[in-house]
């Protein structure tokens, strides 16, 4: 079942001097791991943002639907704040609020009004799913920026967890992490599909290979291939997407 | 533009040994029929000698691929290759042991009469040879257009057999004092039987480094 849906998807900055994403159809399917995939300024992040109307906010236009749960969110009814606590979007470096760490995951729920009885619940709940619990459940009031960078990421996913997303939007979670910190998420990755059904962008072929389901290759806008990661690895369709992902594209 | 210069230049030099190899395997198959048919022992002793040069290039192929595993990462058709190339230097690895076990049995024939004319036996060394060639050539071309038929090709190697099998069967029951030379002709037979179906794996593996899809040739 598709949870996310595109037709003729066009995103242009700046007075539509750049054409950032070019008639982008795909079925994004609920419950499993979706990773886009290809060189860089290539839309990837555009795509992203265009899942829960991001783009906007740097001046984006966009053209064509985006149909999630059955709903466009374009259609000029969408309540963009529901649409972003149902979308949430982990990004490349995390960026925790200077604030302690209770107060980073229970910041969402607040504003969306959960009651302060429920709050400790809430926020024990989304650092166990973001397999951080264990590391700072003595440490609850200390400031969020002093932790490592990997586990500084992992309360960014607690953070988006905790507003009880459908969706979580990853872009290029791992970047700035060590190999250690890299594979707790990806394990995290594998754990949460379960309840929620993700979209990550990396440029590491081999994180896609091993963390996702579907892949997505991107080529100046244009989405090139989609399919299954196990036969998109191993015998791409296009030639295009052949070339890249072996390294032969410069 | 190309990146990954060097890695691209490993895969190459992969694909020259896994050629040279499968060369030398063809060249070992078809002077152990050579060295039958002219009774040439010395032909057949260095057959025997030059095993081991196969057997340190599998090696060493193995190696390498290992290497460009562990180290590059490869995807698509350049994992499909390597994967190839992994798999295809075991049978060319055993058509060049097949070989030296011809050249010991004709080693052991010297110059004992053969109880009948070699007619079949040098037909299904020919076709088994040109079924090498054709890997070869389609391993290096990446084109598939030349193994494709290989079920049938087989087919005809492994019906010779069964006529060749016939034969000798019929001559040791009738000439019990043939029965040594019969045997031994009917282990060439079947080694090269054998041989033919290495090919087919070859083959099938061939296919699937060119085109991503698993097809079965026997
Ligand atoms: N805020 C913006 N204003 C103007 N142009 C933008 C903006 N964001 C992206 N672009 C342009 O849109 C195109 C796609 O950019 P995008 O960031 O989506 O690529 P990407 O695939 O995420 O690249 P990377 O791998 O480098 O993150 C590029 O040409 C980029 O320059
Ligand atoms: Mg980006």
Redesign the interface.
């Given at each position: 079942m598709s949870t996310i849906e595109t037709r003729e998807l066009n995103v242009y900055y700046g007075d539509e001097k750049v054409h950032a994403l070019k008639n982008v159809e795909i079925k994004i399917e609920k419950n499993k791991v979706t990773a886009l995939i290809g060189p860089s300024g290539c839309g990837k992040t555009t795509f992203l943002r265009s899942l829960n109307r991001l783009n906007e906010l740097l001046g984006a236009t966009t053209k064509g639907k985006v149909i999630i749960d059955g709903k466009d969110i374009y259609d000029g009814k969408e309540d963009v704040i529901q649409l972003r606590k149902r979308v949430g979007m982990v990004f490349q470096h995390p960026n925790p609020f200077p604030m302690s760490i209770y107060d980073n995951v229970a910041y969402g729920p607040r504003i969306h009004g959960v009651k302060k009885k429920e709050l400790n619940g809430l926020v024990e709940e989304s650092l166990r799913k973001a397999a951080l619990w264990d590391e700072v459940k003595d440490r609850m009031q200390e400031i969020a920026l002093k932790f490592s960078g990997g586990q500084q990421q992992r309360l960014c996913i607690a953070r988006a967890l905790a507003v009880n997303p459908e969706i979580i939007l990853f872009d290029e979670p791992c970047s700035a992490l060590d190999p250690v910190s890299t594979a707790k998420i990806e394990a995290l990755l594998r754990e949460l599909k379960h309840e929620y059904t993700i979209v990550i962008v990396t440029h590491n072929m081999q994180q896609a290979a091993r963390v996702s389901d579907f892949t997505a290759f991107f080529l100046m806008g244009e989405l090139i291939e989609f399919g299954e990661t196990k036969e998109l690895f191993e015998r791409p369709r296009d030639k295009r997407t052949e070339d890249y992902i072996t390294g032969r594209f410069g | 533009?190309?990146?990954?210069k060097e890695?691209?230049e490993d895969l190459e030099e992969l694909k020259e040994k896994v050629l040279r190899m499968g060369e030398l395997a063809k060249v070992a198959a078809d002077n152990a029929i050579k060295a039958l048919l002219q009774r040439d022992m010395e032909l057949a002793s260095k057959i025997l000698k030059e095993n081991s040069v196969i057997d340190d290039l599998e090696f060493e192929i193995e190696n390498r691929c290992t290497r460009l595993i562990a180290l590059q990462?490869?995807?698509?058709?350049?994992?499909?290759t390597i994967g190839t190339c992994m798999k295809i230097i075991t049978d060319l690895d055993r058509i060049s042991d097949l070989a030296g076990d011809i050249a010991e049995i004709v080693l052991q024939i010297a110059d004992e009469p053969h109880v009948k004319p070699l007619i079949d036996i040098p037909r299904m060394s020919e076709l088994s040879q040109g079924m090498i060639s054709d890997c070869l050539n389609a391993f290096s071309e990446r084109e598939i257009r030349m193994i494709e038929d290989f079920s049938e090709r087989d087919n005809v190697i492994d019906a010779l057999f069964d006529q060749v099998r016939r034969e000798l069967m019929t001559i040791m029951i009738e000439n019990p004092r043939g029965i040594r030379n019969a045997s031994h002709l009917l282990f060439v037979a079947l080694h090269l039987e054998r041989i033919g179906d290495h090919a087919c794996n070859i083959a099938s593996r061939i296919i699937y480094m060119v085109?991503?899809?698993k097809r079965k040739l026997e």
């Open positions: - | 533009m190309a990146v990954r890695y691209i990462q490869p995807m698509a058709v350049d994992l499909r085109t991503g899809e």
